[in-house]
C-alpha cells in the first residue's frame, strides 16, 4: 500500500505563499491512472477538494482557489507538491495529500485510496 | 458545483443498533459517491466508493446504496470503534464536494 506524507511549514504569514510537499514511498507517481491529490480540511469542517496532479498532464484546480492554487509533480523524486498564494485566515486548514486510483471495471471513474496523516497549516501574523 | 446535504448532522445510539445516514445530491451524480469515517486528529479513512462498494478490509457492517440524487450509509451492529464523524464525497464532477459531516456520538 502506498504511503504519503505531508511536509511543510506550520506557521504561514498573511499574503505569504503556503508551500506543502507530499513524499510518496512504497510506490511511484510516474505513469498515468493515478491522480495525485491535495483537499484541506479547515478546523472544525468538511474538507474541501483543493486538486489533482496526474502524470503528464495538466492538473485540475478547484474554481475556488483557481487564481491561487499550483499543483506540481516530480517524477524523479516521487513527490508531489502545492503551492497556495496571497494566504489569508480563510487559508488555515490542516492539508492533506492523497492519491486517487481507477475503479476496476469503470472508465473514468476513480477513488481515493490512500491519504497522508495531514498537515495543520495556521495562517497568521 | 453539486451540493450534498448530508444529514442528521448528529447522531447518538448505543453500541449494537443499527444507524443511517443520508445525502441527497443538488443534481444527479449516477452512483458516483464516497463515504469516509474520521476519528479526532486522524485523516478521513474510505468506507465506500461508487455508492456500494465497500473498500477493502472495512467491516461488512457498513453498507451503502442509492443513485441518482439520494444515497445512504447504513451501518448494523454498532461497534465501539464506529464512533467517528462521517462524510459523504461526490465525485460525479469537478469540483468534488463533501456533505456537512454527520457526528455519531454514544448514547
Known amino acids: 500500500q502506498v504511503h504519503l506524507q505531508e511536509s511543510g511549514p506550520g506557521l504561514v504569514r498573511p499574503s505569504e505563499t503556503l508551500s506543502l510537499t507530499c513524499i510518496v514511498s512504497r510506490g511511484s507517481v510516474s505513469g498515468g491512472g493515478q491522480y495525485w491529490s491535495w483537499l484541506r480540511q479547515p478546523p472544525g469542517k468538511e474538507p474541501q477538494w483543493v486538486g489533482y496532479v496526474e502524470d503528464g498532464e495538466r492538473p485540475n484546480y478547484n474554481p475556488s482557489l483557481k487564481s491561487r492554487v499550483t499543483i506540481t509533480l516530480d517524477t524523479s523524486k516521487d513527490h508531489f507538491s502545492l503551492r497556495l498564494t496571497s494566504v489569508t485566515a480563510a487559508d488555515t486548514a490542516v492539508y492533506y495529500c492523497a492519491r486517487e486510483v481507477r475503479v476496476p471495471g469503470r472508465l473514468g471513474k476513480y477513488y481515493f485510496d490512500s491519504w497522508g496523516q495531514g498537515a495543520l497549516v495556521v495562517v497568521s501574523s | 458545483a453539486v451540493r450534498v446535504t448530508q444529514s442528521p448532522s448528529s447522531l447518538s445510539a448505543s453500541v449494537g443498533d443499527r444507524v443511517t445516514i443520508t445525502c441527497r445530491a443538488s443534481?444527479?451524480?449516477?452512483?458516483?459517491l464516497a463515504w469516509f469515517q474520521q476519528k479526532p486528529g486522524r485523516a478521513p479513512e474510505l468506507l465506500i466508493y461508487s455508492a456500494s462498494t465497500l473498500q477493502s478490509g472495512v467491516p461488512s457492517r457498513f453498507s451503502g446504496s442509492g443513485s441518482g440524487t439520494d444515497f445512504t450509509l447504513t451501518i448494523n451492529n454498532l461497534q465501539p470503534e464506529d464512533f467517528a464523524t462521517y462524510y459523504c464525497l461526490q465525485d460525479y464532477n469537478y469540483p468534488y464536494t463533501f456533505g456537512q459531516g454527520t457526528k455519531l456520538e454514544i448514547k
Open positions: 443534481q444527479g451524480i449516477t452512483d458516483d
